[in-house]
Nanobody, 115 residues
Framework: QVPLVESGGGLVQAGGSLRLSCAAS????????MGWYRQVPGKQRELVAV???????TYADSVKGRFTISRDNAKNTVNLQMNSLKPEDTGVYYC?????????WGQGTQVTVSS
């Protein structure tokens, strides 16, 4: 397990934007596949976006064109810019770091989108 600290969640109206950040050490960001997942009560945690070590990105179909995952090397963060938010984007968002079979999670940050 590696330390990951999420921030940036909150309450926003549909159509609005939020930016989530996941703080980690430079070494973690350099050597792990970083991802954002979300979970709602009664459902499994689902992939939202992934950023590989080589900076390839992958998105869930439901967020393509609206969300952007990126790495900020100056601030040692992985960010998730969320635009055109919908009520179905509501959930707890978790940062994930994966390397060599070891998966680490942050504590999660709540995102609530009102209609």
């Amino acid at each position: 397990q590696v330390p990951l600290v999420e921030s940036g969640g909150g309450l926003v109206q549909a159509g609005g934007s939020l930016r989530l950040s996941c703080a980690a050490s430079a070494s973690i960001l350099r050597n792990n596949v970083m991802g954002w997942y979300r979970q709602v009560p009664g459902k499994q945690r689902e992939l939202v976006a992934v950023l590989t070590i080589g900076s390839t990105t992958t998105y869930a179909d439901s967020v393509k064109g609206r969300f952007t995952i990126s790495r900020d090397n100056a601030k040692n963060t992985v960010n998730l810019q969320m635009n055109s938010l919908k009520p179905e984007d509501t959930g707890v968002y978790y940062c994930n770091a994966y390397s060599r079979g070891i998966s680490s999670w942050g504590q999660g940050t709540q995102v609530t989108v009102s209609s």
